[in-house]
């Protein structure tokens, strides 16, 4: 099974593997760093990566000779800010999945399935501290 379809952060990863995933795609969380060998441009002097998924209509036309009159283009298409190396962000997503298994009592990622019990909520995102500056922005 895979997890698919926009991941913006550490829990939806851990949600999805929570849930049964045998694997999760990080396509938008990985972009927009030096590994992704996207095309940087610079917007009022700031770097950016473009990104496009791969059912988008730049996706068939750069891999696939274009969109095939069967198909749809179905991925965004968008410049992210440049993030630089990719290694603080898997830093991120791993101390996130370690500290998603201490939670529950799992001591791997395949046992986290067997731990894990899903309570619908209504928030998912805590909003208390959004006005206040971040110290690492």
Known sequence: MCGDGG????????KALAGGAD???????????TESEAKIVDKE???YALFYG???????????GGVRSYRASEGKE??????????????EILGGLRSTC????ATNLEELPKRAIFIRVRRQINPVYNHLESLHA
Do not use: W
């Open 7 to 14: 991941c913006a952060c550490v829990g939806d990863i851990a």
């Open 23 to 33: 694997f999760v795609m990080l396509g938008g969380m990985l972009a927009g760093h």
């Open 45 to 47: 002097g700031k770097p």
């Open 54 to 64: 791969m059912s988008s209509h730049t996706a068939m036309q750069e891999h696939h």
């Open 78 to 91: 968008v410049y992210l800010p440049f993030r630089g190396n990719v290694a603080p962000t898997l830093q």
């Open 102 to 105: 201490a939670y529950v009592g």
